[in-house]
């Protein structure tokens, strides 16, 4: 770690099977132990990137909105506030089906599916197209907009 100054880092998809609240605390409590971690380390910034979401085959409703709850706060002010050095890349959102009201919500957008009939959760690339420069970006940004 001594030799970067931006550190970022991401769960794989398979963190996104969050299947009720207590899970979805010990997730927050993972991050705020990290957070701790962070905090002691001013001179760098830490990226932190929201999970992946799974492929409508390989989830459901109640998992894929509590992956869309953790990505939430993340990014919140509840997790982000007070602490300059950490900012989130909402990977998730990137990826995910927006929040309505569908059977397929918080999943794997349709058209980012490598496979429409397979459940692999691996995004394919045009995915990874559209989000490899705005990731890319939004590390540049950030790492001019931080001083330590």
Known sequence: MTNHQVI????CFPASAIGNAAELEQYKQ??????TYFDAHPERLFVVMSTPPLHRLSTNVTEADNARAFANWLKSAAYLSGHANIVC???FDMLARSDDASATRNMLRY?????????????NALANQTVGPAF??????????YHP
């Open 89 to 91: 890349f909402d990977l």
């Open 8 to 11: 970022a880092f991401k769960s």
């Open 30 to 35: 993972y991050y705020r132990a990290m957070r």
């Open 136 to 145: 890319a970006q939004f590390l540049v940004t950030s790492a001019a907009a």
């Open 111 to 123: 058209d980012y599916e490598q496979s429409h009939g397979s459940g692999d959760s691996h995004p």
